[in-house]
């Protein structure tokens, strides 16, 4: 059905009324089809922790530097050093890796003990508030 639109113009002080004039109606939007779901990839960071092996919560992420992918870790409890493996869990963080590089006051280390301020290499985004776990074995 047609819409009609009416129309009242001004003429030497007078006002008329237009003819009505019939509007051509809208086309409905064309229906989308849909796509099948996409099968979710496997993940290639896996925090499956081996049987007889435990984790104990080391320290919390302070900051992210992505141009570097470091981050800072504050420790709370216990030491960490190279080649240990932590896991970094989080709201949506969740990942295992090994520590390769760390370092304090920009200086590489080979250890640190609870209280320091560190930074770490990782291989993923991390959050503040993110909590380190180190693996023991």
Same mark, same amino acid.
Do not use: C, N, W
């Given at each position: 059905?047609?819409?009609?639109?009416? #129309?009242?113009?001004?003429v030497?002080? %007078?006002t008329k009324k237009k003819?009505? !004039?019939a509007?051509? %109606?809208?086309?409905?939007a064309?229906?989308k089809?849909?796509?099948a $779901?996409k099968?979710?990839?496997?993940?290639?960071?896996s925090?499956?922790? $081996? !049987?007889?092996?435990?984790?104990?919560? /080391?320290g919390?992420v302070?900051?992210?530097?992505?141009?570097?992918?470091?981050?800072?870790?504050?420790?709370?409890?216990?030491?960490?050093? *190279?080649?240990?493996t932590?896991? &970094? %869990?989080?709201?949506?963080?969740?990942f295992?890796?090994?520590? #390769?590089?760390? *370092? &304090?006051d920009?200086? $590489?280390?080979?250890s640190a003990?609870?209280? *320091?301020? /560190?930074?770490l290499?990782? %291989?993923?985004?991390?959050?503040?508030?993110?909590?380190?776990y180190?693996?023991?074995?």
């Open positions: 059905m047609k819409k009609k639109k009416k #129309v009242k113009r001004k030497a002080g %007078k003819k009505t !004039v509007r051509p %109606k809208k086309k409905a064309s229906a089809k849909k796509k $779901p099968a979710k990839k496997p993940s290639r960071i925090t499956s922790v $081996p !049987v007889g092996t435990s984790l104990e919560e /080391i919390v302070t900051h992210y530097f992505p141009h570097v992918d470091a981050a800072v870790i504050k420790l709370t409890k216990g030491s960490l050093s *190279q080649g240990d932590i896991v &970094l %869990k989080g709201h949506t963080t969740d295992k890796e090994k520590i #390769v590089s760390m *370092q &304090l920009h200086v $590489p280390i080979a003990s609870s209280g *320091q301020e /560190i930074g290499k990782v %291989k993923s985004r991390v959050r503040e508030h993110d909590i380190v180190k693996v023991i074995v």
